[in-house]
């Protein structure tokens, strides 16, 4: 893959911890509660991911939407971080968001300096990533669809998805297992290059 093109984020580097010539950029991981953010940063993070789970109680019950996912017992109340190295040219920093409404207020803070997103989204459940793609939107950060395929989750065509979701043709939606690391780092190498297309788009337009 060529990454050369790319302009530096406004994301803080120690260039020393780098190779000669490589560049760190900083990727967000979002989406409704439950649909498998935390599990994406752990299957594909070179190190050992931070996660901030905590375990769900009975206190939540009411206040988070745990229809489809009765079984979580945990949940992110802050952020997931992880680093994968796509090559030697580019390193990715994640930052998984936290999917509940009571911790959105966070997101404004883990965007900032963002070059790009990756939106899971559960087939069954359409409806909790809308407030990711939306904000994604409003910030203006360039990102894709990753449909995290359930077991239980019945097959759509993509362009359903795409009408269901009232998003651009522009915007790329893949598929993945996000339990699975090879899955995981297509997505982002999905990601990277529709940040590159995109960019390359804006240069021509001038």
Not at 43 to 50: D, F, N
Not at 172 to 192: E, G, K, M, N, Q
């Amino acid at each position: 893959m060529d990454f050369n093109g790319f302009d530096q984020p406004a994301f803080p580097q120690r260039a020393e911890a780098l190779h000669a010539g490589s560049r760190s950029v900083k990727v967000m991981v979002a989406g409704g509660f439950g649909t498998g953010k935390t599990t994406m940063v752990g299957s594909v993070s070179e190190i050992v991911p931070l996660t901030t789970e905590e375990t769900l109680t009975q206190a939540t019950v009411g206040v988070d939407d745990l229809v489809g996912v009765a079984d979580k017992k945990s949940t992110t109340v802050s952020l997931d971080f992880g680093r994968i190295s796509l090559n030697e040219q580019l390193v990715l920093y994640l930052f998984g968001t936290p999917g509940q409404e009571r911790f959105w207020f966070l997101w404004n803070g883990l965007c900032k300096g963002a070059l790009g997103a990756v939106v899971l989204v559960d087939t069954r459940r359409l409806r909790s990533s809308f407030r990711a793609i939306e904000e994604m939107e409003r910030l203006d950060v360039p990102f894709v669809i990753a449909l995290n395929v359930f077991p239980d989750a019945r097959g759509h065509p993509v362009e359903e998805v795409r009408e269901a979701l009232a998003i651009s043709p522009r915007t790329p939606i893949v598929t993945c297992d996000a339990r699975d690391r090879v899955s995981s780092r297509d997505v982002l190498i999905a990601l990277i290059h529709h940040i590159k297309e995109r960019s390359v788009a804006a240069l021509e337009s001038r």
